[in-house]
DNA sequence: GAGCACGCTAAGCGAGCGCTCACCTTCGGC
DNA sequence: GCCGAAGGTGAGCGCTCGCTTAGCGTGCTC
């Protein structure tokens, strides 16, 4: 929720929907420690301190430790869903679409690089139902991004071979932003959605040439 | 050391730098728990367990289970710069080159799953110095997709916009195969190996129409 | 065939884990 | 001014963690 967060194309007020406020709180702080160390390597005093509070405050707000990475990954999806939804539903031709869906996507992975590398590689960490009810929301996620390209590839704007695997590979990228951005690091998340979205026009095969923009 | 990793491509005598026997039974179970459950969800009783033996024999072997990771992860780069040298120094214009380099490369991470999730994701659980000489090896790998695609791009045979951005975005896609490969989902490490090449030679705009192939 | 180095095990240490419980504040309603 | 609910704390329980230590069996050496 830090300063860096926010000019980098994050929420400007995240976590607005957790209520109370001690809960927002904790969650924020559960944020940025699975996000540095891991949700394993992450203990619920460490947590709870970073929030300002004892350890046991935590569950009063939360049943298990479990259960706050559940509500910090449900919510991310459902940003990152929205995200895609508003690119791949706004008007405009398919290459448009595409350049906004992942300029965008891009830009949350690399600005809220915290949020997002906690939503995208600690699934693993969550138990079966609950793992089972985010999976449904990334078919969603991949179904917007398909429905783009397939759009697309019908209308002959795009020239695709496997419409399913370079879905895949397009989120692939995407979501990888959040492993390896560096927000010390020379790139703005503005300047690699751009040159992310040029990318993937090619890998498309959009008529356009993005080439020599 | 299954027979899927061996089908699919992995290596056929896999850690047989590793000796005495003990050892690499050790540091097999640990790449496969560690592959699994992640670094710190692993517990040292679960990796001699699978080695069938006792929680103490692992420190006969290995000092502490940091070293085990370390070791695993240094092996794994040393195997993965190996590949991409070989694509890298090969005859052939920069298209063959590039187009054998992300094959063989994404080949490995489907086939070697196991393997690759260790050494692309648990790198932030190694402490300060192991990190730093396996992000040297990192800088290795880089330079050798970077050295080809600049290559391509002097001759005019590729049309690359920025060689820096393109390079991360090409090595990005090929590690993040490691995160959502499955054993037995519908594609081959080949098949994902051949749309991957196909789809990087679209991203440095090769000449040559892989498009229709 | 005695001596011994080596590989391994059974048992367990100190520490830190997720989580609980008894109790303490604060504060709006009457 | 009293009261109960809501939100917090300090202490600590039971457990499992990474790792250690004392001792045992086995096979090689001479």
Known sequence: MSTAEEMA???PQPWAEVTPDAARRLLVAAVEAF???GYHATTTRDIAGRAGMSPAALYIHYKTKEELLHRISRIGHEKALEILRTAARREGSATERLTDAVSSFVRWHAGGRTTARVVQYELDSLGPDARAEILALRR???AEVRGIIEEGAASGEFD???VRGTTLAVLSLCIDVARWFNVDGPRTPEEVGALYA???LRMVGAKSGAAQK
Do not use: C, I, K, S
């Open 9 to 11: 194309g994050g929420d």
């Open 198 to 200: 040029d990318l993937v």
């Open 35 to 37: 996000a540095e160390r």
């Open 140 to 142: 969603l996620v991949d």
């Open 160 to 162: 695709v071979l496997d």
